[in-house]
């Protein structure tokens, strides 16, 4: 398997590639900053000129601010949106402009159930991520009037134990952290090579996602007062930020963070909804089946008697 990495943080990007090459695959690391669009277009070019094309294309950057709307500076809001949208806008539009005239490719954007249901306190996080999600169905209909066979897909999480909690700007009183349930990133990482082999238009990952995404369709206002009851403490560990720690919103906080964050021991390392919803062709297919053998067993009884 060939795998390139795109990110900012040079000693984070070596070390991912270095594991991929100790399990037999192949890595290109290109340290970028996906706001850039010539430099995700510059990192895109290197990767085909390497490889001779791009199958799949998987965005998924981000950066947030925990603070209330009027805590929340313009110049911030500026950046959140220009990683967290434009940087899925950017990578993107890199991906198709090698898949386009191949006719074939996959670009996987990494959602949230946040895209559908906002919370308090991370007003810009869930504003780009929507924004996200408008791009992405606009996209699809032009590939659909182009005919293109390039497949487009959206895959949205629940709250995963990663470390941008220690490295996400804040202005909370407690530490940030997810809003439970909390999910591994091997459950989120199963959920998108799913969705690579099995091309699909939305995967829901987790029934927490689901939950959030059917109530902001049916009770968005009882979800209002909700959130606006418990999203505050859900989303704040009972001690303070640490004095003077770093962030990762306009540059890279320097080391190598890792794939978990510090919640692992509330953290979930599988998910029964979807390995229901991974196989449910096959749990249908038995289903019939079963049932094909309950009436051939009850029609032979009867033959019998």
Not at 26 to 45: C, L, P, R
Not at 281 to 286: E, K, M, Q, T, V
Request: proline residues 6%; charged residues 25%; aromatic residues 6%.
């Amino acid at each position: 398997m060939r795998v390139a990495l795109i990110a900012r943080n040079a000693e984070a990007l070596e070390n991912a590639a270095r594991e991929i090459r100790g399990a037999g695959g192949e890595a290109i690391a290109v340290v970028a900053d996906v706001s850039d669009a010539g430099a995700v277009d510059a990192a895109a070019d290197a990767v085909v000129r390497a490889w001779g094309g791009i199958d799949v294309w998987v965005n998924d950057a981000m950066v947030s601010v925990f603070a209330p709307v009027m805590e929340t500076t313009a110049e911030e809001y500026r950046r959140v949106t220009e990683v967290t949208y434009l940087g899925y806008v950017h990578g993107t539009r890199a991906a198709l402009r090698h898949m386009l005239p191949r006719n074939r490719g996959h670009v996987v954007q990494v959602g949230s159930a946040l895209c559908y249901r906002s919370i308090p306190l991370q007003s810009a996080y869930c504003a780009a991520k929507a924004a996200v999600r408008g791009f992405t169905d606009a996209l699809r209909c032009e590939l659909a009037h182009d005919r293109s066979r390039v497949r487009l897909s959206m895959v949205h999480l629940p709250a995963v134990n990663t470390p941008q909690f220690e490295l996400v700007r804040t202005r909370l009183p407690g530490h940030p952290k997810p809003v439970p349930p909390i999910y591994q990133p091997e459950v989120i990482a199963r959920a998108v090579l799913a969705v690579v082999r099995r091309p699909r238009r939305e995967l829901w990952v987790t029934w927490s996602t689901v939950r959030a995404i059917l109530g902001q369709r049916t009770i968005p206002g009882l979800l209002d007062r909700y959130l606006g009851r418990i999203g505050y403490r859900a989303q704040q560990a009972d001690r303070p930020p640490e004095p003077g720690r770093p962030d990762d919103l306009d540059r890279p906080v320097p080391g190598d963070h890792g794939a978990h964050g510090e919640f692992s021991a509330e953290a979930r390392r599988r998910s029964a909804s979807l390995w229901l919803t991974l196989h449910r062709r096959s749990l249908a297919a038995g289903a019939v089946l079963l049932a094909a053998g309950a009436v051939w067993a009850s029609r032979s009884v009867r033959g019998a008697t």
